[in-house]
């Protein structure tokens, strides 16, 4: 009489169900029926206690290989680390050395219960966060990533829920082969220390050094800034003469204008960490830090203001000065450099900016005067104005400040005519010295001169 009312229970949701034959459902059976679930009540709760306990939190832990060669050979480099999670959890992944040494690959990282999902799977080969063995120091450079050193860890998988509740699974792993030898990082350099990226000729470029020790599969350098609270990169290449090869053992060389001379603008004024980063074939990464500041950094834009130059004469006598006078504008935050001669400085026209001693300035700007008969590009040249409006800085350079106008005046006296053509056009350019005359700069508001000769 009892098998008809032993409960059904599924396990997995533990629900559970008592089926009374029909023929023992009429009035007068309700006593008997009373007894009979009163004595299944212990069984039921029994049943259930054993069926609905809670799923173990960690499960189906396993390491498909018991021993990898970690050299990047090809050969049992690698392993895969499976597991399951019942419920949320954070993961720990590490490895204890025969001394009880601990090596952390995973640490507490969060994760949601697989259910009916497959397992998590990482790939494991042999690397773990930097530590430093007995005895060792490093100078210069610090080691985020290295492999195990070879032989016998017991691996440990652990589980750990917000409750402090923690599971845990352990196995044996050995490594052997495993190389070893660090990509060191060495003498990592930056200089100069305070870098102007502003195209003026004077400390424009940064430049980092770096010796690498064994050959390497990545080498980054950049700079690591913030932007509204988020941290920012501004990465920076390997210089093409850098003295070896990439990928090779030795002195590696950055070069870096911040993309000024791209026409884009430099990270903000501040001082920057710079880090150098390299990895090996096998996943060790070391790193290196310095500083730079970068300091008066930008774009100039620089313009003769409405392209319009005031012409004293369409004709001159034999001896007589052409005048011109035009505005520069500096429509930049960036302020940009200049040299003489000043302003109202009247040339010969046998003359040049050289002979009067001032020779071509590597990133300064100059206003000049060319005409067609003229034997160099741009001879007469002038400062982009005077000391009432340009500043000098602590080592004696002139710049127009930002969003700043200044008023350009100068002469040439014609002492003769040289080439066979007379008239000829002559124009006015904004010259930014070894760098670039632009477009916009460039045979600006022309004047067909005419020279009289007696």
């Known amino acids: 009489m009892l098998a008809p009312f032993l409960p059904f229970v599924n396990w997995h949701s533990c629900v559970f169900r008592v089926i009374i034959p029909s023929a023992m459902r009429g009035k007068h059976h309700f006593p008997t ?9 212990a069984l039921v709760l029994a049943l259930l206690l054993a069926g609905c306990g809670e799923q173990p939190l960690l499960s189906d832990v396993s390491f498909s290989k018991e021993r990898i060669t970690p050299n990047a050979d090809g050969q049992d480099d690698v392993l895969v680390i499976r597991y399951r999670l019942a419920r949320s959890a954070d993961l720990s992944i590490y490895f204890l050395d025969q001394s009880g040494n601990r090596y952390v690959f995973r640490d507490r ?5 697989t259910g009916e999902r497959e397992p998590y799977s990482v790939y494991f080969s042999g690397i773990v966060e930097g530590y430093v063995l007995p005895g060792e120091t490093f100078d210069g450079f610090t080691v985020t990533h290295r492999v195990l050193q070879d032989g016998v860890y017991t691996w440990v998988v652990e589980a750990t829920e917000k409750t402090g509740h923690t599971e845990r699974v352990t196995g044996t792993l050995t490594i052997a082969e495993a190389d070893t030898a660090l990509p060191e990082l060495r003498n990592f350099t930056v200089s100069p ?51 070896s090869r990439p990928g090779e053992r030795g002195l590696h060389t950055f070069d870096y204008d911040a993309g000024v001379d791209q026409g884009a603008d430099p990270p903000p004024d501040g001082t920057y960490t710079v880090w150098a980063e390299v990895e090996d074939a096998i996943g060790q990464r070391v790193i290196a830090a310095s500083t730079l500041t970068i300091q008066n950094g930008g774009v100039p834009r620089a313009y003769i203001l409405n392209a319009e130059v005031e012409w004293s004469a369409q004709s001159v006598p034999l001896g007589g000065t052409l005048w011109f006078t035009l505005t520069v504008e500096n429509d930049s935050p960036t302020p940009i450099r200049t040299s003489g001669p000043p302003p109202g400085t009247v040339y010969d026209s046998d003359q040049n900016y050289a002979t009067l001693g ?11 005067i060319h005409c067609e008969n003229a034997l160099i590009n741009y001879p007469w040249r002038w400062a982009v104005g005077d000391e009432n409006v340009l500043v000098r800085d602590e080592e004696g350079y002139l710049y127009l400040p930002p969003f700043t106008r200044a008023v350009v005046t100068g002469g040439i006296r014609f002492v003769g005519v040289e080439g066979k053509r007379n008239p000829q056009y002559c124009w006015a350019g904004l010259i930014h ?22």
């Open 33 to 41: 029926i009373r007894l009979l679930l009163l004595a299944l009540g």
């Open 109 to 113: 990282q969060p994760r949601a219960p």
């Open 193 to 243: 220390p305070l870098f102007t990226p502003n195209r003026d000729g004077i400390s424009d470029r940064a430049r980092m050094n770096v010796f690498v020790t064994k050959p390497y599969t990545s080498l980054w350098v950049y700079l690591l800034g913030k932007d509204q609270d988020k941290e920012v990169r501004y990465h920076i290449g390997e210089d093409e003469r850098s003295p």
């Open 358 to 368: 001032e020779t071509i300035q590597s990133g300064a700007f100059r206003v000049g």
């Open 433 to 454: 010295e070894d760098v670039e005359i632009s477009s916009v700069n460039d045979r600006v508001d022309p004047v067909f001169l005419f020279i009289q000769v007696p």
